[in-house]
């Protein structure tokens, strides 16, 4: 084990894959020898060229569709889109392409294209650079959508990504692409549909999405003061969604609370709880909550950016009004 950021864990991930398997090359705009917005290549283009590591321009339905016909052809295209808004361009070669064509082709093209990129708000970036938008991506068959929340999940999510023969869209949250945890330095996968159980409780289940993970674990360490152990359950992915493991910990908690930065409507967060209702109802002792963010364009002024995002406080106090209901 040994220290490294999220960003760095993936690197780590993604230098080995290419080593080991020569289709794989990645596409972007400034991940040659720039090393990414977000240093996702750094030292990459001097290792492995720019066959491997190709500058694009900005061009986003050009690429993705480039990529689309490479993975049909044997390839195993990474494309590094920067910000998740940016690949809005492409929804055409998203949904009708490269959602479908294993479907379409009866299994017999497969489509092992790996999109990632960051979502999330914070540090001012507006409303072009700060969107999530994955329960749009969660609803469509044929994607595996990836929200990890540390650097160990980082690295074994990427490292099933980039072994993966469906078309995987790993999210990496702005406020976490630079923390730092223990990673293992051998290679290790995580499966998809895995969630993690955050921390322990008994009192309430809390279901974290990415960067409100770590928000929801320093709102529960204040509410043991007053005795409350809250468990908190993180699922790593939305599609496939670990189902299972949500309700294992409603049964023991009889209590759900569901955080989550993206906009309530049509969100996560209704999935899971809509879910839990059919297959969980009777192991509810109180209504499921939810907590998102405000269902309005992000804004520029870091005022009124950080009013619309949950924070510390504001899980503490839903947790406390679940635990009085």
Do not use: W
């Not at 991930?13 to 977000?38: C, K, Q, S, Y």
């Not at 993705?64 to 494309?79: E, K, L, Q």
Request: proline share 6%; aromatic share 8%; hydrophobic share 40%.
């Amino acid at each position: 084990m040994r220290e490294m950021t999220f960003v760095e864990a993936t690197r780590v991930a993604l230098a080995a894959a290419m080593e080991a398997d020569p289709t794989i090359f990645v596409v972007g705009e400034g991940i040659g020898a720039r090393g990414g917005n977000f240093t996702t290549t750094l030292g990459l283009y001097e290792r492995f060229g720019p066959e491997r590591l190709r500058d694009t321009p900005i061009a986003e339905r050009g690429f993705v569709g480039m990529c689309c016909g490479a993975a049909m052809t044997g390839a195993r295209p990474v494309v590094d889109f920067m910000f998740l808004d940016f690949i809005l361009d492409a929804m055409g070669e998203l949904v009708n392409q490269i959602a479908k064509i294993q479907y379409m082709s009866s299994g017999r093209v497969k489509m092992p294209l790996l999109l990632r990129g960051c979502i999330g708000i914070g540090s001012s970036a507006a409303t072009h650079h700060s969107g999530n938008y994955y329960p749009m991506f969660a609803h469509i068959p044929g994607f595996r959508v990836v929200l990890p929340s540390t650097p160990y999940d980082a690295k074994g999510l990427f490292t099933t990504a980039l072994q993966c023969n469906d078309p995987v869209l790993f999210l990496e949250h702005r406020s976490l692409i630079f923390s730092k945890g223990e990673v293992p330095e051998e290679e290790y996968t995580i499966p998809f549909g895995q969630a993690r159980i955050a921390r322990q409780g008994e009192h309430a289940t809390v279901v974290a999405l990415a960067s409100m993970v770590p928000k929801t674990l320093e709102a529960c360490n204040q509410l043991v003061k007053d005795g409350f152990e809250i468990e908190v359950v993180d699922p790593r992915t939305v599609a496939p969604l670990d189902i299972d493991t949500i309700l294992a910990s409603v049964h023991k908690t009889g209590r759900l609370l569901i955080v989550d930065e993206d906009f309530e409507p049509c969100g996560i967060g209704a999935e899971v709880a809509a879910q839990v209702v059919d297959k969980g109802f009777d192991d509810l002792d109180a209504p499921i909550k939810r907590l998102n963010g405000a269902h309005t364009p992000t804004p520029y002024s870091p005022t009124l950016e950080g009013a619309i995002v949950p924070n510390v406080d504001s899980i503490e106090q839903a947790i406390r009004e679940l635990l009085a209901e």
